[in-house]
């Protein structure tokens, strides 16, 4: 059987996470510009650190609750392992490894949860956005997801077999 490598996360998502970083950063810039500009950013400070206090704790709340960095930039299915890349770091995981696969909304925003039966170096989970033609179709992100899981769980039966488990 011939090993086709396809793309099942979003192409773009590095360039994706870097403009939200650049979108908080220039928010953060345009709420104190005018104050610096007039000078009672320097002469009454006060007002100023209170609405930057409130936008920056906004964003960390933002952060917190989206998780952006913690997206894979790039997934790979290799059909018996997907081939993940967060930033630097890459890691090959057999889909033996595999435990769960799950989708999850937040913010209008689809992400396939990867749970894994032991860390690896990205960590115990790998989350991504699908690919972008999927955005709009949760019914084919789950048959993404589902696929992917059935394909672990095949994957793992031998190897519960070689442990002497059985994989329920």
Known sequence: MASAVRTISFKNTA????????????????????????GSLFRNPL????VG??????????FWTTQIHRL????LDCQ???????????DTIPLAR?????????????????RLRERSKLGARIEFLPQASLWS??????????????????????AAALRGTSSS
């Open 72 to 75: 894979a930039d790039e997934v």
């Open 98 to 114: 595999i435990a769960a696969v799950d989708v999850s909304s937040s913010g209008g925003f689809h992400r396939i949860t990867v």
């Open 53 to 62: 206090g409130i936008l920056c704790a906004a964003l960390v709340y933002f």
């Open 47 to 50: 007002p100023s650190a209170i």
């Open 137 to 158: 179709n949760l019914p084919a992100i789950r048959s993404v997801a589902a696929g992917l899981a059935e394909r672990a769980r095949r994957q793992d039966l031998p």
């Open 80 to 90: 018996d392992c997907l081939k993940v890349r967060r930033g630097r770091i890459e």
């Open 15 to 38: 360039l994706f996470k870097r403009g939200i970083w650049l979108s908080a950063a220039a928010l953060v810039v345009f709420v104190t510009a005018p104050a610096a500009l007039n």
